[in-house]
């Protein structure tokens, strides 16, 4: 595929975001996304050519700001090295419909993936939850299939309308964001909301989830903006911790 990466190295803007978007990936793996090289999150560049995308044949603990090529909306690629995932339509046709997105991430974490199987919708049982109090968590179920076309992905898109995240049927999670940050954190809660309703039905237990005005309120009160910013330096806090832990117990 292409060659050419002087924009890629000589953007210090590009790159900034790059190594913020390399650690999302390896926070995602941390907090439960990980399934073998699949998963991949993109950014939508700021020259408007098209978006930066992970390389394939990585795992997403393996990332770092060099491993990303740039494509334009058809899918060529333009700038970088390595292999285009087969999923990109689901990155560029939901930046297409979405234009105040910046950040588009697929992965497959095990919980939302088991839920997406299910019929059920997610609801506000935990704080994780009321992250998706606006628009829900609406379900793509038009395959089973991973997003391959453009079509596809366009479909994808209207399923997700305004919201933060989609479900797709058996098969995995698509999560959005204005920058890095909500991106990540869509993708974070989503997986947190559904280990928790899954736990919830498996425990027989009654239940019922809040009235919509007041998780509405809730949303508004527990993620103003400081309040994202400090789960987002707490989620990289934990990421450093653990990856110098790491180095130290290979270096010994």
Same mark, same amino acid.
């Given at each position: 595929? !292409?060659?050419?990466?002087?924009?890629?190295?000589?953007?210090?803007?590009?790159?900034?975001?790059?190594?913020?978007?390399?650690?999302?990936?390896?926070?995602?793996?941390?907090?439960?996304?990980?399934?073998?090289?699949?998963?991949?999150?993109?950014?939508? +560049?700021?020259?408007? *050519?098209?978006?930066?995308?992970? %390389?394939?044949?990585?795992?997403?603990?393996?990332?770092?700001? *060099? +491993?990303? #090529?740039? #494509?334009?909306?058809?899918?060529?690629?333009?700038?970088?090295?390595?292999?285009?995932?087969?999923?990109?339509?689901? /990155?560029?046709?939901?930046?297409? !419909?979405?234009?105040?997105?910046?950040?588009?991430?697929?992965?497959?974490?095990?919980?939302?993936?088991?839920?997406?199987?299910?019929?059920?919708?997610?609801?506000?049982?935990?704080? /994780?939850?009321?992250?998706?109090?606006?628009?829900?968590?609406?379900?793509?179920?038009?395959?089973? /299939?991973?997003?391959?076309?453009?079509?596809?992905?366009?479909?994808?898109? %209207?399923?997700?309308?305004? !919201?933060?995240?989609?479900?797709?049927?058996?098969?995995?999670?698509?999560?959005?964001?204005?920058?890095?940050?909500?991106?990540?954190?869509?993708?974070?809660?989503?997986?947190?909301?559904?280990?928790? %309703?899954?736990?919830?039905?498996?425990?027989?237990?009654? /239940?019922?989830?809040?009235?919509?005005?007041?998780? #509405?309120?809730?949303?508004?009160?527990?993620?103003?903006?400081?309040?994202?910013?400090?789960?987002?330096?707490?989620?990289?806090?934990?990421?450093?911790?653990?990856?110098?832990?790491?180095?130290?117990?290979?270096? +010994?």
């Amino acid at each position: 595929m !292409a060659s050419s990466d002087t924009l890629y190295s000589q953007d210090e803007s590009i790159a900034n975001v790059l190594h913020e978007l390399a650690r999302a990936h390896r926070i995602l793996e941390m907090e439960g996304h990980g399934d073998m090289s699949m998963g991949h999150l993109s950014y939508r +560049d700021p020259h408007g *050519r098209g978006l930066w995308l992970k %390389q394939g044949n990585l795992g997403l603990e393996e990332v770092t700001g *060099r +491993d990303f #090529i740039l #494509i334009d909306f058809d899918g060529n690629v333009l700038e970088g090295q390595g292999l285009r995932h087969l999923e990109w339509p689901l /990155h560029t046709e939901i930046m297409l !419909a979405r234009p105040e997105v910046n950040v588009v991430g697929h992965s497959h974490p095990f919980h939302s993936t088991v839920f997406s199987a299910t019929t059920a919708e997610i609801a506000p049982y935990v704080n /994780h939850a009321v992250w998706f109090a606006d628009h829900g968590v609406p379900r793509f179920t038009e395959t089973s /299939h991973i997003i391959t076309t453009q079509p596809l992905g366009a479909s994808v898109a %209207q399923t997700l309308g305004e !919201a933060e995240a989609v479900l797709l049927a058996n098969h995995g999670v698509a999560f959005v964001g204005r920058n890095v940050k909500e991106a990540a954190l869509s993708g974070i809660f989503l997986e947190k909301a559904a280990k928790a %309703q899954l736990a919830l039905a498996a425990s027989g237990l009654a /239940h019922d989830p809040p009235g919509a005005a007041e998780t #509405i309120e809730k949303h508004r009160v527990i993620y103003p903006e400081r309040a994202r910013s400090n789960y987002w330096m707490y989620f990289n806090r934990k990421l450093s911790a653990l990856e110098e832990r790491e180095a130290r117990e290979f270096r +010994d």
